[in-house]
């Protein structure tokens, strides 16, 4: 759903884009559009790190997903490219905090996987405290201006 999302985010950028420079339209189309793709971007990069740390990706696959949401359009790519070649589960490997492993799923062994697995123990207070995260992350940047002129 987030691949999806940031798809179609980009297109409605890319379309605020066009309005603005060559159709003459208001400032604040871009500004709306930037904004929400701007948060749905981080939101897939927080989800593609949390499936990339429960399927032990490779580093090269989890990296490649991240730079490809840079990329317009290519996030679904990606998603459909890992399903066929088996690296998206139907359900966590890696079995929440303080509960006994059931199904096939492993005990956490790396940091990323203990994070997880207190992600996986609390799925709410976990949703909302990375929505929040996002959220902060994305008023830091919009705070920061436009890429463009961060180094200017």
């Known amino acids: 759903m987030v691949a999806t999302a940031e798809m179609v985010t980009w297109a409605l950028l890319i379309a605020a884009m066009i309005g ?4 003459g339209a208001p400032d604040w189309t871009m500004r709306i559009a930037g ?8 939101s897939y990069c927080v989800s593609t790190v949390v499936v990339w740390t429960d399927q032990r990706w490779p580093a ?3 990296i490649l997903g991240l730079l490809l949401a840079i990329v317009p359009f290519a996030t679904v790519p990606f998603e459909r490219h890992v399903d066929r070649k088996g690296l998206l589960a139907s359900q966590w490997r890696v079995a929440p905090a ?5 199904n096939g799923q492993e005990p956490a062994r790396t940091a990323a996987e203990r994070l997880l697995a207190v ?13 929040v995260f996002v959220a902060l992350l994305f008023t830091v940047l919009l705070n920061a201006g436009p890429p463009t002129e961060w180094f200017n």
């Open 60 to 62: 090269s696959k989890g």
């Open 98 to 102: 303080g509960a006994a492993p059931q």
């Open 20 to 23: 603005k420079y060559a159709l």
């Open 35 to 42: 904004s929400i793709h701007g948060f749905v971007f981080l």
């Open 119 to 131: 992600i996986l123990r609390w799925p709410i207070l976990s949703a909302l405290v990375l929505v």
